[in-house]
């Protein structure tokens, strides 16, 4: 089975401090890892796509990494209004491949 | 409009009552989804749809009935609920069923009582 988990729950960062989210995931084969953000009362907005060990993306403050086993998501000089719940998700190759499984999520703080 | 819109946004109703949510999208794309979102649970897939035809009932409750009637609307029917039904309830699309890059809708805040 399909398995994703985020560390760490929550962080607090100070404006400009700087730190990285971490997705650590198991799957029969990897299709696709999928970054989302969510404000509190909406749903998810999706950030990135990675695809294969190896492969980066980046967007404004934030860049997403992939190895075989974990995501990065690594947050530079962040601003208050990066503050969000980031959520991770996985698909599979073949079998049910329509399937998202995703994390809990981690939220972050960050302060002024 | 564009984007997945989801009507309404907060739903407070009883355990006998019958409602309907309703998920509308206006970007072209072939898949539609139900997920739930509870309290430190990760989303749970629900449904999906994929050109109109369901491909996935992922173990929910027959008291969850979701219906789409064409490419751009979905609907997910509650009746008898039970009170740990109380979710968010979020409708997404992508252009493909095996598209992961998911739009979601603003959801549906249920609260059965």
């Known amino acids: 089975e399909d398995q994703v988990t985020q560390s760490p729950e929550a962080l607090r960062l100070q404006e400009g401090e700087s730190s990285s989210l971490n997705c650590s995931y198991t799957?029969?084969?990897?299709?696709?890892l999928f970054w989302y953000r969510q404000d509190p009362g909406k749903g998810p907005e999706f950030l990135f796509t990675?695809?294969?060990a190896g492969e980066e993306k980046e967007k404004e403050r934030l860049k997403a990494t992939l190895t075989k086993k974990e995501s990065f998501l690594h947050i530079t000089a962040p601003k208050p209004e990066d503050s969000a719940t980031y959520l991770c998700a996985v698909q599979a190759s073949g079998g049910s491949n329509y399937k998202l499984t995703f994390g809990k999520g981690t939220l972050l703080t960050v302060n002024p | 409009e564009t984007g997945v819109t989801q009507t309404p946004r907060h739903l407070v109703m009883g355990m006998t009552n019958k409602k309907s949510l309703k998920c509308e999208q206006h970007?072209?794309?072939?898949?539609m989804y139900w997920y739930k979102q509870s309290a430190k649970k990760p989303l749970e897939l629900m449904f999906v749809y994929s050109l109109e035809e369901r491909v996935e009932n992922n173990s929910v409750p027959s008291r969850f009935s979701p219906e789409c009637p064409n490419s751009s609307h979905l609907f997910l029917h509650l009746h008898t609920l039970q009170p740990e039904d109380s979710a968010l309830y979020l409708c997404?699309?992508?252009?493909?069923?095996?598209?992961?890059?998911?739009?979601f809708g603003s959801g549906t805040r249920l609260t059965v009582v």
């Open positions: 799957v029969s084969g990897l299709r696709g």
């Open positions: 970007l072209g794309h072939n898949a």
């Open positions: 990675l695809y294969s």
């Open positions: 997404a699309s992508s252009q493909e069923s095996w598209a992961g890059g998911y739009t």
